[in-house]
């Protein structure tokens, strides 16, 4: 006759109680796939994270520093509305980067169409004493500004970078991540395509 074997006794363990989870720590594509998810936390935390270089990128864009500010409170905003389309091609801070300039590019292009409007009213001298000469140049500055709103993200990014604000080609592979030789590519493309629009339309 065999012995009865005794059951083990059963130690119950409490689970361990749950920490608060701590947002300023995790990761990058933690914090994209919970905001994402709808935490708001997370996308609080990443807006967080993420306002400095985004204030930083944009003062270096734009020399304005009130524009400056616009276009890094609008690209956060574009941020929280945008992120569901972020995919993971490429790491969150280049799709970011891109945000911003593309941003900072639609800023740069409302103020100038802004200062180009004329003004009622204005009946100050021209500064050459030549009216005439003045209001085309008010109107080619406002067709230019135009032809500008019509060309591709890439293409005008580069020629605000590097006609309008005075950015070598090497300053602007750096903020935008693409080769200098695409960069010039694109100023060429878009000035050769905006000499021609603008001459076509004068012909006309």
Not at 91 to 120: I, K, M
Not at 166 to 177: D, H, L, M, T, V
Request: aromatic content about 4%.
């Amino acid at each position: 006759m065999q012995p009865l074997k005794r059951k083990g006794r059963q130690i119950r363990q409490d689970p361990r109680p749950a920490r608060p989870l701590v947002y300023e720590r995790l990761s990058d594509p933690i914090l994209v796939r919970r905001a994402q998810d709808g935490d708001a936390k997370a996308l609080a935390a990443l807006c967080e994270r993420h306002a400095p270089r985004v204030e930083r990128l944009a003062s270096h864009v734009l020399a304005d520093p009130e524009d400056a500010r616009d276009a890094a409170q609008e690209a956060l905003a574009k941020l929280c509305i945008r992120l569901r389309q972020y995919r993971g091609e490429a790491q969150f801070a280049t799709w970011l980067h891109r945000l911003v300039v593309n941003t900072c590019h639609d800023v740069g292009c409302r103020q100038r169409v802004r200062h180009c409007e004329p003004l009622e009213g204005d009946e100050r001298a021209a500064r050459d004493g030549d009216p005439a000469r003045e209001a085309d140049l008010s109107e080619l500055r406002q067709e230019l500004a135009a032809e500008l709103a019509g060309l591709s993200h890439e293409q005008a990014s580069v020629v605000v970078l590097k006609d309008a604000l005075g950015f070598s080609f090497a300053e602007i592979s750096e903020r935008s991540g693409m080769p200098v030789g695409t960069a010039k590519c694109y100023a060429h493309r878009a000035r050769a395509g905006l000499r021609a629009r603008l001459t076509d339309e004068h012909a006309a």
